[in-house]
């Protein structure tokens, strides 16, 4: 008798953590949100190279240096006129975007003799610098539940739409 009520003691011990583990393993997989980037005015097909950054010294490194950071989710795909739609799950935070598009596949943005671009690009909130990339604080935006980045492309200096 007393081997099967001290059963049951551990037993009383052991459950509330491991609902507690339960709770806290539901909650984190609810902290994810989707992410859906439309691409807009895209010439031709290429290479889509995005990344999606946590922070503003991996946003700067990324712009500055075409790098890819660690706190930062860096991908390329083949992009064409017809899929411009990219879906993504990422923890709730603030993140930037960058993105470019390789038309001629060096893996690159190309640029001319001054360093303006002769590719495709955008960020998200689709903000623009003058005469440099934006910072992070303007190209920030939250993810809290399912979100929408309508991200425009630009070629050469962005003009005032």
């Given amino acids: 008798m007393r081997n099967s009520l001290s059963n049951y003691g551990r037993l009383f011990w052991i459950t509330p ?3 507690s583990c339960l709770v806290f393993v539901s909650k984190s ?19 889509l ?3 999606i950054c946590k922070d503003e010294a991996g946003f700067k490194r990324t712009v500055e240096k075409e790098s890819e950071e660690e706190s ?5 795909g083949e ?3 017809q899929n411009l739609e990219i879906n993504t799950m990422l923890p709730h935070g603030e993140y930037a975007l960058t993105l470019f598009i390789d038309f001629n596949g060096n893996k690159k ?3 001319n003799f001054l360093g303006i671009p002769k590719e495709q690009y955008g960020f998200s909130n689709n903000v623009m610098g003058r005469m440099a990339p ?3 604080d303007q190209a920030k935006f939250v993810v809290t539940g399912p979100t929408t980045q309508n991200i425009k492309l630009r070629i050469g200096i962005p003009k005032k739409d």
């Fill in 17 to 19: 953590i491991v609902l």
């Fill in 29 to 47: 997989y609810s902290e994810e949100a989707n992410l859906k980037i439309n691409i807009l005015n895209l010439d031709k097909p290429g290479v």
């Fill in 49 to 51: 190279y995005l990344s």
């Fill in 72 to 76: 930062c989710i860096n991908s390329a």
């Fill in 79 to 81: 992009i064409d006129l």
């Fill in 109 to 111: 943005i190309d640029k």
């Fill in 134 to 136: 934006p910072t992070f």
